[in-house]
């Protein structure tokens, strides 16, 4: 299993942690990370998503495309609804197989929520934790009829550096504005708020975006283990 390069410079090996982290994601997350690295790559919300079998087939990856004028047959671009979870659940059959394992680098939104419910997903996994949407995935409170239905099974938010990663790089670029700043600072993210901030308004993210995931993830290791060994908990 490869090594990611990468870690205070270009070219350094990343930290120890950095490296074994990476080394134990199984394909599914690692296709996840490329996508919301693409995303990222492109200008949109960097949040990659694919569908797997059990077993960690792949049977579809697509990352967000709100900011893309066009998208690949099936998928969905340039507007609010070209999340990259939409974009995997619009690819999959209609009464396809329901055992499949969706996962994604964000703890999803209430819209792909949603669209999970109604989808052939069995298991959500997602990587980062979203304090703005998150307690919006209960939906048997709508009614008795979804009260008796399985939920889907969650797994997530990964509570170690690269949990913390998958929700920094969601925040960098365009989308953070000062108002949605304020309502992440609000709820309890100023430390990431603040780390997302400096590489948006920095030359970093020009740095990172030249890297591959791995790479970016031991680069930025040491700032978010700071994070993690903070009073600041996702």
């Known amino acids: 299993m490869e090594a990611p390069p990468g870690e205070g410079r270009p070219g350094e090996g990343p930290p120890e942690g950095a490296a074994y982290q990476w080394a134990t994601l199984d394909e599914p997350w690692r296709e996840a990370f490329r996508q919301a690295w693409q995303a990222l790559r ?3 919300v960097p949040v990659g998503a694919c569908a797997a079998t059990a077993d960690g087939e792949i049977v579809h990856a697509a990352r967000n495309r709100v900011t893309d004028p066009a998208a690949p047959p099936g998928e969905v671009a340039g507007s609010a609804l070209a999340h990259a979870e939409i974009n995997v659940l619009a690819r999959l059959p209609f009464r396809h197989r329901r055992d499949l394992v969706l996962t994604t680098t964000l703890e999803p ?5 949603a669209a999970i419910r109604l989808g052939p997903i069995a298991t959500v996994r997602f990587a980062g934790a979203d304090r703005y949407w998150d307690g919006c995935h209960e939906f048997g409170k709508l009614s008795a009829r979804e009260a008796r239905r399985t939920q889907p099974a969650r797994i997530g938010p990964r509570a170690d550096e690269l949990g913390l990663f998958a929700t920094l790089i969601s925040r960098i670029g365009p989308a953070l504005t000062p108002r949605y700043q304020q309502a992440l600072r609000t709820l309890g993210e100023a430390a990431l708020t603040d780390l997302a901030r400096q590489l948006t ?3 970093e993210v020009r740095l990172l975006t030249a890297m591959e995931p791995a790479a970016a993830f031991g680069y930025l290791w040491p700032r978010l283990n700071d994070v993690v060994n903070s009073a600041e908990t996702l």
């Open 42 to 44: 492109t200008g949109n």
């Open 109 to 113: 939104c209430l819209q792909c929520a």
């Open 201 to 203: 308004g920095g030359s």
